[in-house]
Structures are given as structure tokens and as C-alpha cells.
């Protein structure tokens, strides 16, 4: 049985303060069964950290840099990351895939050095509303997930979760129906069964992400291929992400 997973992106959001209020509340309210992230601003993260330990809410990053140190002025490695013990780390969310134009060569690459550092890597996939006009939305997702798992041998695969967050979700309060989510999960693990086999395929956590709140949160979550889901705004108010993680409890 699939682990079921629901990650919070707080994206560039909340002060020290608010981010350990925040990280105090989802701890103290986290529902036993789903695997739940917090993934808080990069100055935030031992501040964040300190208020989980000993809790079940694991840390992750929102992004990492693809080498392991050296000269890249403002970056952050995957081994720092764990360093301060973060299990989890975003890759190629879509305001950085889209937003900062970050390509699919150094996704790839990012998603290796992430699983390699020890971390789960959370691949985010999706096609953007044009796309989704033009009929093109499996040959998105398929180039997205074939070129993110590249770098990747398949004795790998148990550290990566995928999300599809179209991008159109994101951020609009226009969520996916149940039924568009379902198929383009249901696409996405058949494509995966095509590069790494049924087992693995079948093991891989799918999220869904985009404009998910505490209301739409169990029809999501009760669609077959839906593991879970990737949070933004709804996870900076903790009664609203708690309702979303107690509704992706089995
Ligand atoms: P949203 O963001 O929940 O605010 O739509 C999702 C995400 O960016 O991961």
C-alpha cells in the first residue's frame, strides 16, 4: 500500500516567529498515518526543525542546488539540506520550472543529487493552461517525468514522490476536478510503468497539487491514484492544512 503524503509549501511566506507557530500547531494536530512535510523558507529551516523534533512532521526544502558544494553564490545543496535534517525536498515546482525558467536537464540532475544527499526528492510535473487547450497534456507530463527521472536508476526509485500540480491550479482557487486529476495521475503511473516496471511504478506516491483546501481535499484524495496532496495556501492556516491531512487518512 501506498504511503499517503501531504506536503506543505509555504513558499516565500511567514517570519521565524510564524513559521514556528505554524510548525507547532501542524505538529501538535498531525494525523497518525499520513506522512506530513512542512517546507518552510531555507532561513527558517532550523527554527522550523527544532519546534518538530520528536514530532511526526517531517522538514523539507523547496528547492536545491544540483552539486554538492562549491562556488554557486545564493545556493543550497541537497547535503546541507539534510544536514539540517530535512527528509524532503521540492524539485522543480512550476514557479521555478515556469517562473525561473529552470529546465528540464537541470531538474534532472537536481532530483539525483537530492535522493543521493539522502532526501526524498518531490518531482512536480504538470502543463500549463495552453497546453491543456491544445490537447498536449500527455506529452507534457510524459517529457516531464521521462526527463526528471533521466539521472535516476530505478534502485533509486523508492525516494521519489511525484506531483502533478497543473499549473493552472496553482495559486488560482481553480482546482482540478476529481476526475481531471485521476486521469492525469492514472497517465502518469503508466507512463512511470513504462520506465521503471509495475512494482516500482506502483509503489511511487502521486500527489496532487494546486488549489487544494480543506472542502475539496477527500474528493481528491479518494480517487484511486491520488496519494495525497501538495499544499501551498491552504498549508499557512494550519486549521485549514490539518482538515486537508486528516482527509488523506485511508
Ligand atoms: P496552491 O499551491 O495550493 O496555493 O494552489 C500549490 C503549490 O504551489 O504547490
Redesign the pocket.
Given at each position: 500500500m501506498r504511503p499517503r503524503i501531504v506536503a506543505g509549501?509555504w513558499?516565500m511566506n511567514t517570519t521565524r516567529e510564524t513559521a514556528r507557530q505554524l510548525a507547532q500547531e501542524v505538529a501538535q494536530g498531525a494525523t497518525a498515518g499520513v506522512t506530513v512535510v512542512v517546507c518552510p523558507p531555507y532561513p527558517y529551516l532550523e527554527a522550523v526543525g527544532t519546534v518538530l523534533k520528536g514530532s511526526s512532521v517531517a522538514l523539507g526544502a523547496q528547492d536545491c542546488h544540483y552539486q554538492e558544494k562549491g562556488a554557486y553564490t545564493g545556493s543550497v545543496s541537497p547535503a546541507m539540506l539534510a544536514d539540517m535534517c530535512c527528509a524532503y525536498v521540492?524539485v522543480g515546482?512550476?514557479?521555478r520550472r515556469h517562473g525561473l525558467q529552470e529546465g528540464e536537464g537541470l531538474l534532472q540532475f537536481k532530483v539525483a543529487a537530492a535522493i543521493k544527499a539522502g532526501l526524498t526528492a518531490v518531482l512536480?510535473v504538470g502543463e500549463t493552461l495552453e497546453e491543456r487547450e491544445a490537447k498536449r497534456i500527455e506529452q507534457v507530463l510524459a517529457r516531464h517525468v521521462s526527463s526528471g527521472l533521466a539521472a535516476l536508476s530505478a534502485d533509486k526509485m523508492g525516494r521519489l514522490v511525484i506531483?502533478y500540480?497543473p499549473v493552472w491550479?496553482?495559486?488560482?482557487g481553480k482546482v482540478a476536478t476529481p476526475e481531471q486529476a485521476q486521469e492525469a495521475h492514472a497517465f502518469i503511473r503508466g507512463h512511470l510503468r513504462t520506465i521503471v516496471g509495475h512494482a516500482v511504478a506502483d509503489a511511487t506516491p502521486i500527489l496532487y497539487?494546486?488549489?487544494?483546501t480543506g472542502d475539496n481535499a477527500a474528493n481528491l484524495f479518494a480517487q484511486p491514484d491520488i496519494d495525497g496532496g501538495?499544499?501551498?495556501?491552504?498549508?499557512l492556516k494550519p486549521t485549514d492544512f490539518l482538515k486537508i491531512v486528516a482527509a488523506a487518512k485511508r
Open positions: 509549501n513558499k521540492l515546482h512550476s514557479e512536480c506531483a500540480e491550479a496553482i495559486g488560482t497539487g494546486g488549489s487544494v501538495l499544499i501551498g495556501g491552504a498549508s
